[in-house]
C-alpha cells in the first residue's frame, strides 16, 4: 500500500538554526499539506500546496517558514531560524482526488 | 468558539464495552467529517470518514453525523484494548481543504 513517507524520524537543533523537513508523498497525489503537533496540543494546519504553490497558509506560517516541491517526488519544510517554540511533531500529509489525505510518520523535532 | 470541540477524557470503559466519542464542530459549512486514531508519539490514522446525516458502519465502528446540530460521533463496540488511544475528530469545509481538527478525547480500555 502506497504510503507517505518522512525524513528524519528525529531532528535535534539549536535554537536559531535552520531546519529542512522532507517529506516524499504517494506518487500521483496533486495536493500536500504540513501540520504540526506540539507535545499534548492538537495537530494544527500548517500550510497547503497545489499546483508549485502555497494554496493556504495559517497564521502560525510566518516568514520563518517555507515549503519547497524541489524534484516531483520530495516536498520539503524549511524553517530558517528555528525559536523554542518550534518543537514539536511535524506531519506531512498528501491527497490525490476527492479522498482523504494520508499523513506521514511525522519528524519530531527538538529545538534546545 | 473553538472550530472542533470533544471531551478531552480520558474515558474508561471495560473491554467489550461499547465506547462513546462526541464531538462538535462550528462552521455549519463543513461538508467532511473524519475520526483519526492516534498512538502516542505517532501520526493520525484515518478509521472513520463520514459527509452525509446518518449512520455510517465499518466493522467496530460507527460514526454517526447530525449536521443540523453540528454533532459527529463514534462508537466502537466490542472495545479491545489495542483501542486505547487518542480519538480525533476532524472536519474539511470542502474537497481538497485543510483538516481542521478536535483536541482527542483520550480512550483507555480496560482488561
Known amino acids: 500500500e502506497p504510503e507517505v513517507t518522512q525524513t528524519p524520524s528525529h531532528q535535534v537543533t539549536q535554537m536559531g538554526q535552520e531546519v529542512i523537513l522532507r517529506c516524499v508523498p504517494i506518487?500521483?497525489?496533486?495536493?500536500f499539506y504540513w501540520y504540526r503537533q506540539i507535545l499534548g496540543q492538537k495537530v494544527e494546519f500548517l500550510v497547503s500546496?497545489?499546483?508549485?504553490?502555497?494554496?493556504?497558509k495559517s497564521e502560525i506560517f510566518d516568514d520563518q517558514f517555507s515549503v519547497e516541491r524541489p524534484d516531483g517526488s520530495n516536498f520539503t519544510l524549511k524553517i530558517r531560524s528555528t525559536k523554542l517554540e518550534d518543537s514539536a511533531m511535524y506531519f506531512c500529509?498528501?491527497?490525490?482526488?476527492?479522498?482523504?489525505?494520508?499523513f506521514g510518520p511525522g519528524t519530531r523535532l527538538l529545538v534546545l | 468558539q473553538k472550530e472542533v470541540e470533544q471531551n478531552s477524557g480520558p474515558l474508561s470503559v471495560p473491554e467489550g464495552a461499547i465506547a462513546s466519542l462526541n464531538c462538535t464542530y462550528s462552521d455549519r459549512g463543513s461538508q467532511s467529517f473524519f475520526w483519526y486514531r492516534q498512538y502516542s508519539g505517532k501520526s493520525p490514522e484515518l478509521i472513520m470518514s463520514i459527509y452525509s446525516n446518518g449512520d455510517k458502519e465499518d466493522g467496530r465502528f460507527t460514526a454517526q453525523l447530525n449536521k443540523a446540530s453540528q454533532y459527529v460521533s463514534l462508537l466502537i463496540r466490542d472495545s479491545q484494548p489495542s483501542d486505547s488511544a487518542t480519538y480525533l475528530c476532524a472536519v474539511e469545509k470542502t474537497s481538497y481543504d485543510k483538516v481542521i481538527f478536535g483536541p482527542g478525547t483520550s480512550l483507555s480500555v480496560i482488561p
Open positions: 500529509a498528501s491527497r490525490g482526488g476527492e479522498e482523504t489525505q494520508y
Open positions: 500546496f497545489y499546483n508549485n504553490e502555497i494554496s493556504e
Open positions: 506518487s500521483n497525489h496533486l495536493y
